[in-house]
């Protein structure tokens, strides 16, 4: 098949004229590139089509023929160094502008685990409340944040304009409703409910006009005790109380009684413990003050009075009761030196609690 390779000789004649003609000129060299090796009408690749519909025995040979033209072309182009591949040139395309180029996601850095939440570390001290008293055969009830007048205050012996009231100034929703001051309101609704022998505490939160330092907040979480029953004394509220303290926050923790006055308690109490913040180093020291010691909780013989006004007879039972501040008792369990770091939402500080 002369005609194959005579059209070969014609092809290499042309593409050495051109060639010729071309010689350092970018532009024309990369058309003739184009023109012999284009993957779809370079003529190169078309006489390899041809080469397929020879007979079989045939192609061998022409087949080296084309290949060498082949080697030969790409060989003439690529001395000439303009024939290198063409840089890409990329047409600057409209577009809207990129709002946020500094963030690129960068795709090697390892996951960040997420941190599933935990209970507040004032709710898990609260259960480690619930488990001493549960221990001891105490049962645990909640009760409404908002109070009547009743429960709060007259009920529990504060007589309408009675001194003691300032004491426990809180937000007024109405008259007669108001955001309860303190635990103690469960008392009578627990006694209105039940008869003695009645053994219960509720933990829940209150709210108190307060200025607010490292001791004190307007809202904070208090639990009440309360056990009513025949011939309960004071010793066996002294008694309970030590072992709560002890067993909440160390065998070695100073306690101290202290005479007071509660209106719906006589005799009262309030119960301080040696500052553990401290440890009575500190003369300024942010929680106690300096004196060594800080309250922790009132406490004292359900008032008679207390016990009539929910129709239990005070000449049978006597009962006592206690009120103790649940963060102010977290705060000398871990040693916190400030009561607003619980709720300032440091997740450094709360996950601390946590990570048991
Ligand atoms: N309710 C009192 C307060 O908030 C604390 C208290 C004192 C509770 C004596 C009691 C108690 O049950 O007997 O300051």
């Not at 507040?120 to 221990?135: K, N, S, T, Y």
């Not at 003691?164 to 309101?185: G, K, M, N, Q, V």
Request: charged share 30%.
């Amino acid at each position: 098949m002369k005609k194959f390779e005579a059209k070969i000789e014609k092809l290499k004649e042309k593409f050495d004229d051109a060639l010729e003609k071309a010689r350092g000129q970018k532009k024309s060299l990369q058309d003739l590139r184009h023109e012999f090796l284009s993957r779809k009408r370079g003529h190169i690749t078309r006489l390899f089509e041809e080469l397929k519909e020879l007979p079989v025995e045939e192609r061998p040979a022409f087949g080296k023929l084309l290949n060498e033209f082949k080697n030969y072309v790409l060989e003439k182009l690529s001395k000439d160094v303009s024939v290198k591949p063409a840089p890409i040139q990329y047409e600057a395309v409209p577009r809207e502008p990129t709002v946020i180029t500094a963030e690129r996601e960068d795709l090697t850095l390892p996951g960040r685990s997420l941190y599933w939440g935990a209970p507040h570390p004032v709710m898990l001290f609260a259960q480690e409340i619930e488990d001493i008293f549960l221990a001891m055969g105490f049962s645990v009830a909640e009760g409404p944040e908002i109070e009547t007048d009743y429960y709060n205050f007259e009920a529990l012996n504060f007589p309408p304009h009675h001194p003691a009231r300032d004491d426990w100034d809180t937000l007024y929703i109405s008259e007669d409703l108001l955001l309860r001051t303190h635990t103690s309101p469960m008392q009578i609704r627990v006694m209105e409910k039940n008869k003695p022998p009645i053994r219960i505490i509720i933990p829940g939160r209150v709210f108190r006009r307060e200025a607010i330092d490292p001791t004190h907040l307007p809202m904070f979480y208090q639990v009440e005790g309360l056990l009513v029953d025949e011939s309960v004394t004071f010793a066996h509220l002294k008694g309970t109380l030590e072992h709560f303290l002890r067993a909440l926050l160390g065998e070695k923790i100073a306690i101290r009684f202290r005479p007071s006055f509660f209106p719906f308690t006589e005799p009262s109490a309030e119960v301080d413990i040696g500052c553990t913040v401290c440890r009575g180093q500190d003369p300024g020291c942010s929680v106690c003050g300096g004196t060594g010691w800080k309250e922790l909780l009132g406490a004292g013989m359900v008032d008679p009075q207390v016990l009539k006004n929910v129709n239990i007879d005070p000449e049978k039972y006597s009962g006592w009761a206690f009120g103790l501040g649940i963060e102010r008792a977290a705060m000398f369990s871990h040693r916190i030196s400030d009561m607003r770091t619980f709720y300032e939402n440091d997740l450094r500080f709360i996950r601390q609690f946590s990570l048991k």
